[in-house]
């Protein structure tokens, strides 16, 4: 453990880990943390079929390609949840999680988003009960039931459609009369015989005994309710940024997302933002792994110069 490193990157996603290979390998000393499992969102993906090279891939091989590669050229990688961070007035930035304390000359924020709740009744009490928030998780133990997705984003669509590879049956509850998904993903999901739509429609309360038995929806045009029986709920509504801890600094726009220049440094000195957390328009692996490299290459820069 060094005692001020050249660069700390907090989260390792696809952003985290892309920006450790390209700083590593500029020489700078690198230290990347993560609160729960290197991947990030990549490990409730079931296939992604977007991320150049990889025709198909799933979300948990392409993670632990992406870590067993980021740590090739000498990053160190500590599991660890940061709780704040200050800058001292030499601008060194200082790190703090649980009882340690980190610091280094820069920080690469990789935070991500996290999945958006519904905030209904039934939502807390079934959540690992029937509740979900990732289909390639939790999608097994459903096999040969009936499940009912909520959303209508490329998220949603995708994961409808890999659960209808197990489960006997995926209702698309879906608050439009259209999808918002990519054109080819809703024409895999139209093709499904074992998914229905539910159009014009917003979960109300999810209802059960020990698991899940039903949720009821409401119909936002006629406001009529109805009952569809089903053993899980899948909810993808979005997502939400994971930068609370940030809040003290003054980086954040009023939606929590971090605006940065070209070179994805944020108003601060020395502090970078590389991908779900940055404001920005396209939410990718690929995008993610881009603003990784940039952030890396600015903050060897920002090294080299303030030497
Ligand atoms: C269900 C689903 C399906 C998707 N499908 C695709 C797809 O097919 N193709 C595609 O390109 N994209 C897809 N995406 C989007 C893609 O996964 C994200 O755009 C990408 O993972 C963002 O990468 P990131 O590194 O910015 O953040 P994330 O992947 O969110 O990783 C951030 C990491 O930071 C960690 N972290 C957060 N806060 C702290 C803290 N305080 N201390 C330490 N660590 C912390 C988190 O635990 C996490 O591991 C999908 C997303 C979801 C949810």
Redesign the pocket.
């Known amino acids: 453990m060094k005692e001020i490193y050249d660069l700390i990157i ?7 880990m892309t920006s450790s290979i390209y700083a590593s390998r500029a020489n700078m000393s690198v230290l990347m ?5 290197p ?4 490990l ?2 079931a296939d ?4 150049t090279g990889y025709e198909e891939i799933s979300g948990p091989d392409l993670s632990e390609k992406m870590f067993e590669h980021s740590k090739k050229f000498g990053t160190e990688f500590a599991f ?3 709780s704040s961070v200050e800058i001292e007035e030499n601008n060194i930035k200082v790190l703090n999680a649980g009882d340690k304390q980190y610091k280094a000359k820069s920080v690469i924020i ?4 996290e ?1 958006k709740l519904l905030g209904i009744p039934g939502e807390q009490e079934f959540a690992s009960r029937g509740v979900s928030y990732c289909a390639v998780c939790d999608g097994a133990f459903f096999r040969n039931k009936e499940v009912v997705v909520i959303g209508g984003g ?2 949603a669509i ?2 409808a459609i890999y659960l209808s590879n197990i489960v006997n049956k995926v209702t698309i509850v879906h608050r439009r009369d259209e999808l918002r998904a990519q054109k080819i993903l809703q024409e895999r999901a139209f093709q499904k015989s074992n998914i229905e739509f539910v159009w014009d429609s917003i979960p109300v309360e999810i209802k059960g005994e020990r698991t899940v038995n039903s949720i009821i929806v409401k119909n936002v045009k006629t406001e009529e309710t109805k009952e569809i029986v089903t053993n899980g709920v899948f909810i ?1 509504i979005g ?1 939400n940024p ?1 930068t609370e ?1 940030f809040k003290d600094l003054g980086i954040l726009d009023n939606f929590g997302y971090i605006p940065t220049d070209e070179h994805l440094a944020t108003k601060l000195p020395g502090v970078f933002v ?4 940055r404001q920005k328009e396209i ?4 995008t ?1 792994a881009n603003d990784g490299a940039i952030a890396a290459q600015s903050a060897y820069k920002y090294c080299e110069l303030s030497i």
């Open positions: 907090i989260g390792a996603g696809p952003a985290g943390l993560e609160k729960k499992y991947g990030g969102q990549m409730s993906t992604i079929e977007n991320y660890g949840e940061i990789a935070t991500g988003t999945a490329d998220s995708e994961e993808y997502m994971q801890i590389a991908g779900d957390a939410r990718q692996i690929v993610a």
